[in-house]
T-cell receptor, first 115, second 114 residues
Framework: AQSVAQPEDQVNVAEGNPLTVKCTYS??????LFWYVQYPNRGLQFLLK??????LVKGSYGFEAEFNKSQTSFHLKKPSALVSDSALYFC?????????????FGSGTRLSIRP | DTGVSQNPRHKITKRGQNVTFRCDPI?????LYWYRQTLGQGPEFLTY????????KSRLLSDRFSAERPKGSFSTLEIQRTEQGDSAMYLC????????????FGPGTRLTVT
């Protein structure tokens, strides 16, 4: 069965420093991977996806993620953190073989950026 | 394009009552999904429509839950005989179709069963 693990419940980073939010996955077949962000009292917002191609994918708000097949990881990164990046981040994997498939989410990582 | 909308945003009901939520997807998105999210957890898949056809249902969706998308546009999720364990955020998402893998989420409906 497909699954996603986010090993850190919380990540604390100083503003201006690089940040990494970790994600590992388990799928049968090719993985379709996503990152979403959730701000308080707002819905999930799509950040970026990996479907195929370059292992480094770029997304919204300066975020990027690196797909590593051998380590089954899809870590979210940003070179310089902003206080406004503080939010709850979810890694997710598509559970099937088509673009219609449901998404399986990790349990989330709370990112806190201190000024 | 105003995004996915959901109504109501909040619902408080007494145990045993029926509730119905509505989701309006992004226009021209033919796929619509329902998820449930409890505090401290990621969203869990409930069910999925392609146009008006309900193509997949999770085992989480007991027989008290029913979803419809009668004309392939908006969708409703009904919970009958609500239980306290149904208290959660109910999220709706839509996606554009073949080759479009990402789903776009609405703000959710928070259900509290007292």
């Amino acid at each position: 069965a497909q699954s996603v693990a986010q090993p850190e419940d919380q990540v604390n980073v100083a503003e201006g420093n690089p940040l990494t939010v970790k994600c590992t996955y388990s799928v049968s077949g090719n993985p379709y991977l996503f990152w979403y962000v959730q701000y308080p009292n707002r819905g999930l917002q799509f950040l970026l996806k990996y479907i195929t191609g370059d292992n480094l994918v770029k997304g919204s708000y300066g975020f990027e993620a690196e797909f590593n097949k051998s380590q089954t990881s899809f870590h979210l990164k940003k070179p310089s953190a902003l206080v406004s990046d503080s939010a709850l981040y979810f890694c997710a994997v598509s559970a099937g073989y088509s673009s219609a498939s449901k998404i399986i989410f990790g349990s989330g990582t709370r990112l806190s950026i201190r000024p | 394009d105003t995004g996915v909308s959901q109504n109501p945003r909040h619902k408080i009901t007494k145990r045993g009552q029926n509730v119905t939520f509505r989701c309006d997807p992004i226009s021209e998105h033919n796929r619509l999904y329902w998820y449930r999210q409890t505090l401290g957890q990621g969203p869990e898949f409930l069910t999925y429509f392609q146009n008006e056809a309900q193509l997949e249902k999770s085992r989480l969706l007991s027989d008290r839950f029913s979803a419809e998308r009668p004309k392939g546009s908006f969708s409703t999720l009904e919970i009958q005989r609500t239980e306290q364990g149904d208290s959660a955020m109910y999220l709706c998402a839509s996606s554009a179709g073949t080759g479009s893998y990402e789903q776009y989420f609405g703000p959710g409906t928070r259900l509290t069963v007292t």
